[in-house]
């Protein structure tokens, strides 16, 4: 289980996420909502671990075991991955090695250039599942890639990677319709296969595709409304005007 507890998150010393709490067992997905700039990224990067996002109260659990002071390699370690809502370019680093260093190191091999039987393969098959050309493997991480690229990209290596708990943030923003139903098919065999997934989102339409267990709402960093599927109809039709 994924859990947190009455968290709070402070950034260059401003409050972003205030006394939220939420548990994800595997087998779920849990939803958050909100307006932008209401504290969902803020809330992904904290759980993550990054070192800008610092837990002023509360607790991260994962499996429970009390992660909230550790990096987020560990976290990583332990089963939690972040799919960003904007994704980091890495120059001189490819997507084929960015995996492979990231499944040795899991392996706890020292040398993390190790090649992995079979994996070039698998990359390949992938990236073709997802819609991406081959040659996306061998390519600087996200340099030149378009929005759909780079969102499909990091479905890809969750795909490889395959963590407990995966946490999605916006990302179907960018995504066609075939996009769309690629996650969405992904999610719930994510779901299928055991795993949890925490879900922010903008699209009600993606929501259609998959069985959440819980919709939160959260705005300027507070959980303002939690229910199910019922909330996410209330915010395609309203918007967020009744938050204000």
Do not use: C
Not at 2 to 7: F, G, P
Not at 72 to 99: C, D, M, S
């Amino acid at each position: 289980m994924l859990e947190a507890r009455n968290l709070t998150v402070e950034v260059n010393g401003r409050i972003v996420v205030e006394d939220v709490s939420f548990t994800l067992s595997s087998g779920e997905i849990v939803v958050f909502m909100g307006p932008n700039g209401s504290g969902k990224t803020s809330l992904a990067y904290a759980l993550m671990g990054h070192p800008a996002y610092k837990v002023v109260k509360g607790s991260i659990i994962i499996d429970g075991e009390d992660y909230t002071g550790r990096p987020a390699y560990e976290r990583a370690l332990a089963g939690l991955f972040l799919a960003f809502q904007n994704p980091v370019e890495a120059p001189g680093v490819t997507l084929e090695i960015l995996l492979k260093s990231a499944l040795n190191k899991r392996l706890g091999k020292t040398d993390l250039s190790e090649s992995i039987p079979g994996l070039s393969s698998r990359l390949r098959s992938e990236a073709i599942l997802l819609g991406l050309k081959e040659d996306i493997l061998a390519r600087d991480l996200n340099i030149g890639f378009s929005g759909g690229e780079k969102k499909r990209s990091e479905i890809l290596q969750a795909r490889i990677l395959k963590p407990r708990y995966l946490i999605l943030d916006e990302v179907d923003s960018g995504l066609d319709v075939d996009g769309i139903r690629l996650l969405a098919d992904y999610i719930n065999e994510v779901v299928g296969g055991g795993g949890g997934v925490l879900l922010i989102t903008h699209s009600p339409s993606l929501l259609k595709l998959v069985s959440p267990r819980v919709v939160y709402v959260i705005h300027r960093g507070r959980v303002v409304l939690s229910g199910g599927i019922e909330v996410a109809e209330k915010i395609s039709a309203e918007g967020y005007s009744w938050l204000r």
